[in-house]
């Protein structure tokens, strides 16, 4: 089955300097990358995806990137700010018939002011 | 709650008792999920559902029974042989289209405790 690995589990920036996770995936016919945030006692939220058809997509400070020769895709957070920090999950979908997504084991990110 | 409710936020369960999370969707997904959370670890599938009246197991179902009687609706019961239920527990939704990935829509999260 699909196994997805992030890196790394936690990372701390200052603030106005950029962050990056990465996350490489194990079914070379996975289709859809999601990323989510979750904030302390809060539920996840989508934040960007991209699909297998596409390399790179950006969303104000935040992009993402996807190598489908190498299986990894990577969240870059531009001009990070207080309010990033939180907790980041990748997820992968197999390109199969329905949604289930396999989730990384998550990332915390620390900006400090 | 995005479409998405959850209920109740809080529940206390106390040893051999079982309890049922609720939750309710008005997105017309055809897709819900149910994931266990455990303090600073990440989301392990319990169970889920592509269709009314079948669901599938997923990583950690032992323990935990769940129905799909409508479209709506996907609530989660812990039965009293999951001999550690205190967690946070999320349920999401989503499309299905065959095989096209879409991102799920979470609901605001039940905290289990046993007492």
């Known amino acids: 089955g699909e196994n997805v690995e992030q890196h790394p589990s936690t990372l701390s920036v200052q603030e106005g300097d950029s962050a990056v996770i990465k996350c490489t995936y194990s079914?070379?016919?996975?289709?859809?990358f999601p990323w989510y945030k979750q904030e302390l006692g809060k539920r996840p939220q989508l934040i960007i995806d991209?699909?297998?058809?596409?390399g790179e997509k950006k969303d104000q400070r935040i992009a993402v990137t996807l190598n489908k020769t190498a299986k990894h895709f990577s969240l870059h957070i531009t001009e990070t700010q207080p309010e990033d920090s939180a907790v980041y999950f990748c997820?992968?979908?197999?390109?199969?018939?329905?949604?289930?997504?396999?989730f990384g084991a998550g990332t915390i990110l620390r900006v400090k002011s | 709650d995005g479409g998405i409710t959850q209920s109740p936020k809080y529940l206390f369960r106390k040893e051999g008792q079982n309890v049922t999370l609720s939750c309710e969707q008005n997105?017309?997904?055809?897709?819900m999920y149910w994931y266990r959370q455990d303090p600073g670890q990440g989301l392990r599938l319990i169970y889920y559902?592509?269709?009314?009246?079948?669901?599938q197991k997923g990583d950690i179902a032992e323990g935990y029974s769940v129905s799909r009687e409508k479209k709506e609706s996907f609530p989660l019961t812990v039965t009293s042989a999951q001999k550690n239920p205190t967690a946070f527990y999320l349920c999401?939704?989503?499309?299905?289209?065959?095989?096209?990935?879409?991102?799920?829509?979470f609901g605001s999260g039940t905290r289990l405790t046993v007492v």
């Open positions: 999401a939704s989503s499309l299905i289209q065959g095989a096209r990935g879409y991102g799920y829509t």
């Open positions: 079914d070379s016919a996975s289709n859809y």
């Open positions: 991209i699909r297998s058809n596409v």
């Open positions: 997820a992968a979908k197999k390109g199969e018939y329905g949604n289930k997504l396999v």
């Open positions: 997105l017309n997904h055809d897709a």
């Open positions: 559902s592509q269709i009314v009246n079948d669901f």
